[in-house]
């Protein structure tokens, strides 16, 4: 069984940054940050390969966020710099603890955190 806790969200104008904290309970091969915003499907943002911190990100949001992690805090972390307001949503941390595959298809992850809202004004 694995828990995720999300913190970090909030509010800020356009061209800010923020940055989202996601501690795990229990051993995960794989963290991905997900979106969601009312109206859109659940979208992948970026995930990351535990073993070797691999990274893959969404189109939308390379060169802007970054994913990363501390192995000794078991958190993992989302820096979002130059924020749009098209980044509004509820962000969720998700974790693969089968060995699915690190990428950004929501299938392969089996927990999931409660989310935290950013909300970026224009």
């Known amino acids: 069984q694995v828990q995720l806790v999300e913190s970090g969200g909030g509010s800020v104008q356009a061209g800010g940054s923020l940055r989202l904290n996601c501690t795990a309970s229990?051993?995960?091969?794989?963290i991905g940050w997900y979106r969601h915003a009312p109206g859109k499907e659940r979208e992948g943002v970026a995930v990351?390969?535990?073993?070797?911190?691999?990274?893959t990100y969404a189109a939308s949001v390379k060169g802007r966020f970054t994913i990363s992690q501390d192995n000794a805090k078991n958190t993992m972390y989302l820096q979002m710099n130059s924020l749009k307001p098209e980044d509004t949503a509820m962000y969720y941390c998700?974790?693969?603890?089968?060995?699915?595959?690190?990428?950004?298809?929501?299938?392969?992850?089996?927990?999931w955190g409660q989310g935290t809202q950013v909300t970026v004004s224009s």
């Open positions: 229990g051993y995960t091969y794989c």
């Open positions: 998700a974790a693969d603890s089968g060995g699915l595959g690190c990428r950004l298809d929501r299938r392969v992850y089996d927990y």
């Open positions: 990351i390969f535990r073993s070797d911190s691999f990274q």
